[in-house]
């Protein structure tokens, strides 16, 4: 388990009511991804083997607004007309 960086306040599983962790605590597994978003849990760090196949963001080239394509959005003249 990880331990806490902040105090949190979250519902593990098996309870009805919430339990207040304090900092330094361990972090109930089924809390972690909570506990980390709301920044009590220091950030996950990334194992070798956890590198993902999709490649980031940083990684994939840019679509500047000149190569995109242009659509017509502008009514028909016959719609016009009408």
């Known amino acids: ?3 806490l960086i902040k105090a949190f306040r979250g519902v593990p599983n ?3 009511y919430p339990v207040e962790y304090e900092k330094g ?3 109930p597994p089924e809390l972690e991804e909570a506990s980390r978003e709301l920044g009590c849990l220091a950030a996950k760090k990334a ?3 956890d590198v ?4 980031s963001m940083e990684m994939q080239p840019e679509t500047q607004p000149s190569e995109m394509q242009e659509t017509d959005t502008q009514p028909s003249e016959t ?3 009408e």
Do not use: F, I, N, R
């Open 1 to 3: 388990m990880a331990k």
């Open 14 to 16: 098996g309870a009805l």
């Open 25 to 27: 605590d361990e972090c």
């Open 47 to 49: 194992k070798k083997d």
């Open 52 to 55: 993902s196949e999709t490649p």
């Open 79 to 81: 719609a016009q007309s």
